[in-house]
């Protein structure tokens, strides 16, 4: 038996490839309905109206009220499916909404409550829609870590941020991406002062606001009086947050795990790179399981797996090697991988 880290995707990764990724693989047609109900009695369209539309459309699937669900049912799903017989789960960590989806792999929330909390906050977002964010690399096409240029890129950030009328800052530490949100002044002053590099960065992402960072503040305290402690429990898995800290069973303050999570997970930068530089070195698994939907996880992983210097990695290529060799990296949104860890199913 192989041990595991799952890591549950955040927005962004419900794309035109997923539609209709709840109908193929969510495993438990009688728990959809709950999520599916809780959404009609919001006047919102149903998980599986959604999932099963005939055809993607951006302005509709990427909203974060509609998107959150989606995202949030297909990550349970898949958590749901790996085979227990062959995989022995050590640890859950998620990027940015992927944490209300650890709360309820870990088992901190039960899966109607986490689809409360998702839901909730993304359809609060999307109401509030508060500035937006942006992604740039700081490695090389390698993946090679470009230390001083991470610093300089922050030292940018932080003189942006602190020009009048300006707002930007570290929204998620990505592995070898930064992942920057402000307000158009903020963002758009970072993409006048970079190089544009591979194409495709400085590059925005649609529909979505400006995530962990002080902007967010309304938005946390309305979520805080909207969702109770009382959802939360204790886990049944160590929980890794997005600053590195573990949550563990049987040892949780849940107050605090509530006050967290409504709060400085909302409000302050998302350490990814942390969390699984903290998730390999505490618990060293065999494998590091990314739920799906969407593949797109997979490259922050492996560069925060370089950054973090696991087994000697320090370029796309020497992870590639490792890869081939015996596979650490299992990406449940594409098929070749995902039976490997669900029998097939």
């Known amino acids: 038996m192989k041990t595991a880290v799952v890591i549950c995707p955040g927005r962004g990764t419900y794309n035109a490839d997923e539609l209709g990724y709840l109908g193929r693989h969510f495993p438990d047609s009688a728990l959809l309905a709950a999520f599916d109900a809780q959404r009609a009695e919001a006047g919102q369209s149903t998980l599986s109206e959604l999932d099963g539309a005939e055809r993607f459309s951006l302005a509709r699937h990427s909203r974060g009220d509609n998107a959150s669900g989606l995202i949030f049912a297909a ?9 227990r017989e062959a995989v022995r789960i050590v640890a859950v960590t998620g990027n940015s909404m992927g944490w209300y989806s650890a709360l309820a ?3 901190a929330l039960s899966p109607e409550n986490g689809f409360r909390v998702a839901n909730t906050m993304g359809t609060l977002m999307q109401k ?21 240029r991470k610093a300089g890129l922050l030292a940018l950030v932080r003189d942006i941020g602190q020009r009048p009328g300006h707002s930007l800052f570290l929204s998620i530490d990505l592995g070898g991406m930064l992942v920057l949100a402000g307000d158009e002044a903020g963002l758009a002053a970072f993409e006048a002062a970079v190089e544009p590099v591979q194409r495709r960065f400085p590059m925005r992402l649609g529909n979505h606001a400006a995530f962990h960072t002080p902007l967010q503040a309304p938005v946390a305290q309305q979520g805080r009086a909207l ?8 886990p049944m898995l160590p929980m890794i947050d997005g600053r590195g800290a573990i949550w563990w069973p049987g040892a949780t303050d849940i107050e605090a795990l509530w006050d967290y999570t409504l709060g400085a997970q909302v409000t302050e930068s998302y350490d990814f790179s942390r969390a699984l530089a903290v998730a390999a070195r505490e618990f060293a698994p065999d494998l590091f399981i990314v739920t799906g939907p969407g593949t797109t996880l997979g ?7 370089i950054v973090a210097d696991w087994r000697g990695m320090d370029s796309r290529e020497a992870f590639r090697a490792l890869q081939d060799k015996a596979p650490l990296l299992v990406s449940m949104g594409m098929a070749e991988q995902r039976g490997t860890v669900t029998g097939g199913a």
Request: with cysteine; net charge negative.
């Open 227 to 234: 969702l109770s402690p009382a959802l939360f429990g204790q």
């Open 128 to 148: 509030a829609l508060i500035g937006g964010q942006l992604i740039y690399p700081w490695v090389d096409e390698n993946w090679k870590p470009r230390r001083d």
């Open 105 to 107: 792999c870990g088992g």
């Open 75 to 83: 990550t349970l799903g898949d958590f749901l499916s790996i085979d």
């Open 299 to 305: 490259g922050a992983v492996a560069q925060s797996l």
